[in-house]
């Protein structure tokens, strides 16, 4: 009776939608979950494939493999190598893949692929907190002079180890290079040479590897980049650029020190990559990612596939009931029995619209016959109901029996519908027939199945069960919805019609 | 083109039909219509004590409760509880010429059965048709199972006398006893109209079954608009008596009876149904906790403006009689300042409270 104040509960439903919001795109941002069925998201697949002479004594190949690889996550990887044994090792940050045989001789080639997905916000360059030690280096004369004064003549214009670099590709690539550069680089490779420099200048530095990724190429080589450490993190260079940083299109492979194929027990070892560009749906890689990085704890997808598939129609229904509240709160729809629209909607989902639509109309109509006799023998109301739902029990074997035997195999969905609700239904309509009259059945009667019909397209619409069922916080908000509608005193469609005559009396 | 000019007329009617029938919410608004959804949150559930709800939804209850605040009400013959007590039926209605059978827990009509005399040994209903012993033990049989009352629970059997109409209100309606619903809000008489049965309701005064409204001056009791099915008429459908110079008597003596049912059940919400005898005078038929909207189409005006008039008095009247004098000084259909704001008639308020 009193009339308390409603802005805490204003405050609270708020806050339930902001939070159910707020966790949705918490998932989307940090998941990738879409916020769209059938989104597809690119996915490299990068094939490596290594040939190599075998000896005829046991084998070990391993390959250095991509271990959290800048602007990519790995989906799945995979070896095909009929007859080895193969696995997956790390050792001190240097991911491989081993295959091993007892014996194997003449030429050999073994596969190794891997499915990866460009992601925006990299996975952070492990963050190595202990800064390496620069790699000891030992050069002679005069390659140490012409070192120091290339290391001298780039520091005077660097600050900083990532400048410094920058400068000494830049000496190192510039189209009329001194004397000194000639004499460094006419012996040893560009990346060899920078790689010595840098750690000669006590900057950190090391030579990764990366594949430059377009669509369907084959036999493709690494291409080496320069990597020196500053403040904390890798920072790569293309030495042929002077670039910095990793392109979009750029595979790092090889980042730690360490060889990239290693054979014992073989010689003429060769790595190629060839790659493909596919789209999968976005989702099946969240899925995948859960998987593997039991980040999924929160996601329904944990659940065994027989309780998913249930959960998934459960989740559906506060979309009915928000169905429901809308049509008779806002438009006004009148309905014969509270949720029984949502419960007829839920057998459609199962039947499909039209067939479960006749099945539902022949239902009623033939338990309403029967109803007819049945109020003559006045009985107790719990007796009636349940006569009516062994009636209704027979109608439906009986619609299922004869539709089959007739070649109708939709006959057999009418076992969808929920017994009990039929009955319920029925037992409604019948006395509204009695005390109301034909049209009040009409308009109750049109007026549950329009809302069922309603209520099933959007349960039915894949944009529903997917957002209920990859964001369940979603269902917050339906709450909250749901909860301001139970605060909705304004006028309602049909109201609009029904007092259309106070026009007069303005 | 010939084809063209014949679409016209049928796309003509189904535009009236789909656009013309319609009113601006802004407009409703101004009428002050209270609406479905606002009548739920803001008057049955913030008013309307769910504890009072089992005192008006039995129709014994009512009766017996009403009785100590001295309003009155169809004398009660005898309450039937038992099936076995079916069989002195006989002895029970030997001495009765008229009566009424109802389910204590029946609503909208369901399960009343009227006798208005006897013939030999039938019994006449106000249609004319005839039933015997028997066919009213199975309808008593039928209450005490349930049949009528809300989800069928075990309900009892209520007869009460006959209210014979008043002649001049009896000429209006066919068939059925004529009722008048005044809506009580707070305890303050704030819309009222005359309920007349017809054919198409079957005799009962039920308009969502066809019955008629007719609104009454909350001062006067004056009839002011006549509306069926929600939309207006000036005549009766089936006695063709124009229906515009209804006057009923002893109009404030309703009222106060109306006021008086809030003392009773405490309901700041309700509708008050009572009929007037030839005898008797005016008597309760019933309390409703939710009353209907089409009210307010028959009286051809809102009510939220009277509701809030009532919400924003300060010092509530105590007594029916100074409840029921605010109302016909400020709630009538001459008094027209309601559709200004409410301050005005606080300033009027202390006037009212003299009176
Ligand atoms: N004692 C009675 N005498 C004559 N008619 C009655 C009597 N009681 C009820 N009725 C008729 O039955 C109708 C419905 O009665 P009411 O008590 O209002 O029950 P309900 O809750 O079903 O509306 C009244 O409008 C009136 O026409
Ligand atoms: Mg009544």
Redesign the interface.
Same mark, same amino acid.
């Given at each position: 009776?009193s009339?308390h104040s409603k802005t805490p509960f204003y405050i609270a439903t708020l806050m339930l939608i902001l939070l159910g919001i707020a966790l949705a795109v918490l998932r989307n941002q940090s998941m990738g979950v879409p916020w769209l069925p059938g989104v597809q998201q690119p996915v490299w697949l990068v094939e490596a494939r290594i040939d190599y002479q075998a000896w005829g004594e046991p084998v070990t190949v391993s390959l250095n493999v991509p271990d959290n690889a800048p602007g990519f996550a790995t989906l799945s990887e995979q070896a095909a190598s009929p007859g080895y044994g193969f696995a997956i090792t790390e050792h001190k940050g240097d991911r491989r893949a081993e295959w091993t045989i007892r014996e194997a001789d003449g030429p050999q080639t073994l596969y190794f692929k891997t499915r990866l997905i460009p992601a925006d916000s990299a996975p952070s360059p492990v963050a190595s907190t202990k800064t390496p030690v620069p790699t000891q280096i030992f050069l002679e004369e005069p390659r140490a002079t012409a070192a120091l004064t290339l290391i001298d003549e780039a520091g005077s214009r660097s600050s900083t180890p990532t400048s410094l670099a920058r400068e000494l590709i830049a000496l190192l690539n510039s189209p009329k290079p001194d004397q000194n550069t000639q004499l460094l680089l006419s012996d040893t490779s560009k990346i060899d040479t920078l790689y010595q420099l840098l750690n000669y200048a006590n900057t950190p530095a090391r030579i990764a590897e990366g594949l430059v990724l377009e669509d369907a190429r084959r036999a493709q080589t690494l291409q080496p980049y320069l990597q020196i450490f500053d403040s904390g993190t890798w920072v790569t260079f293309n030495p042929r650029t002077g670039e910095q940083g990793v392109p979009s299109n750029t595979l790092l492979w090889r980042q730690q020190s360490g060889s990239l194929l290693d054979v014992t027990g073989g010689s003429d070892s060769q790595v190629h990559f060839s790659m493909l560009r596919q789209t999968i749906p976005a989702l099946q890689v969240v899925r995948a990612e859960a998987d593997s990085n039991n980040l999924g704890a929160l996601s329904l997808y944990q659940l065994p596939v027989e309780q998913q598939s249930m959960f998934r129609m459960l989740l559906l229904l506060p979309f009915g009931a928000l169905v429901v509240c809308l049509m008779r709160?806002i438009v006004?729809i009148k309905t014969s029995g509270t949720f029984m629209p949502v419960l007829i909607a839920v057998a459609f989902v199962q039947t499909s619209l039209l067939p479960g639509i006749a099945a539902f109309i022949s239902v009623v109509t033939l338990g309403l016959l029967m109803r007819g006799y049945l109020s003559s023998l006045?009985l107790?109301?719990?007796s009636r109901i349940s006569t009516l739902i062994v009636l209704v029990i027979f109608i439906t074997v009986g619609i299922s029996v004869i539709g089959y035997q007739m070649g109708f195999a939709t006959g057999m969905t009418v076992t969808f519908f929920p017994m009990i609700i039929l009955a319920w239904t029925i037992e409604r309509v019948s006395i509204l027939w009695e005390?109301?009259?034909a049209h009040e059945v009409l308009v109750q009667g049109g007026g549950s199945l329009l809302v069922a019909v309603i209520a099933y397209l959007v349960m039915s619409s894949p944009l529903a069960e997917h957002l209920s069922f990859n964001f369940p916080e979603l269902h917050l908000v339906v709450l909250g919805a749901i909860l301001l509608l139970?605060?909705?005193?304004?006028?309602?469609l049909t109201?609009?019609?029904?007092?259309?005559?106070?026009?007069?009396?303005? | 083109m010939i084809k063209h000019l014949e679409k016209v007329p049928v796309i003509n009617k189904l535009k009236q039909r789909l656009f013309t029938?319609?009113?601006?919410?802004s407009?409703?608004k101004?009428?002050g219509?209270l609406?479905?959804?606002?009548r739920n949150?803001?008057y049955i559930a913030?008013?309307n004590?769910r504890s009072a709800y089992p005192l008006v939804d039995n129709k014994l209850k009512t009766k017996l409760v009403l009785k100590e605040y001295e309003v009155s009400s169809p004398k009660l013959l005898e309450v039937i509880t038992e099936q076995h007590e079916i069989k002195g039926f006989r002895e029970l209605v030997q001495k009765l010429d008229g009566f009424a059978i109802k389910p204590a827990k029946g609503s909208?009509g369901?399960g009343i059965l009227v006798i208005t005399g006897r013939d030999g040994d039938a019994f006449v209903k106000p249609s004319g048709s005839k039933v015997d012993l028997a066919d009213i033990q199975?309808h008593l049989s039928?209450i005490l199972? +349930?049949?009528y009352s809300l +989800?069928?629970s075990p309900d009892v059997a209520v007869v009460e006398s006959l209210v014979r109409c008043e002649p001049m209100l009896a000429n209006y309606s066919y068939q059925g006893v004529p009722d008048i619903r005044i809506v009580a809000f707070k305890g303050y008489p704030v819309m009222a109209m005359l309920r007349l049965s017809t054919q198409a309701s079957d005799g009962k005064a039920n308009l969502?079954?066809g019955a008629v409204g007719v609104g009454l001056d909350i001062c006067t009791g004056e009839a002011l608009?006549a509306?069926q099915f929600?939309?207006?008429i000036e005549h009766h459908p089936d006695t063709g008596q124009p229906l515009n110079a209804i006057k009923i008597d002893d109009w404030q003596k309703l009222l106060v009876m109306a006021s008086r049912c809030f003392e009773a059940t405490n309901l700041?919400y309700m509708g008050v149904d009572i009929v007037i005898d030839e005898e008797h005078g005016p008597l309760l038929l019933e309390l409703n906790a939710r009353p209907g909207l089409a009210i307010?189409?028959a009286n +051809?005006? +809102?009510l939220l403006p009277r509701l809030r008039a009532v919400e924003a008095l300060r010092r509530p009247h105590f007594t029916a009689e100074e409840r029921v004098a605010w109302s016909m000084a400020h709630l009538g259909a001459a008094s027209k300042p309601l559709s200004q704001p409410a301050t005005e008639i606080e300033a009027s308020e202390p006037v009212a409270v003299g009176a």
């Open positions: 009776m009339r709160i006004g006045n107790l109301l719990v005390e109301e009259g139970g605060q909705y005193t304004g006028y309602k109201e609009l019609r029904r007092f259309s005559p106070v026009r007069k009396y303005l | 029938d319609w009113i601006k919410p407009q409703l101004q009428a219509i609406n479905m959804n606002k949150v803001d913030r008013y004590d909208g369901k199975r039928n199972a +349930g049949l +989800g069928g969502h079954q608009h509306v929600d939309r207006s700041g307010q189409m +051809g005006t +809102g």
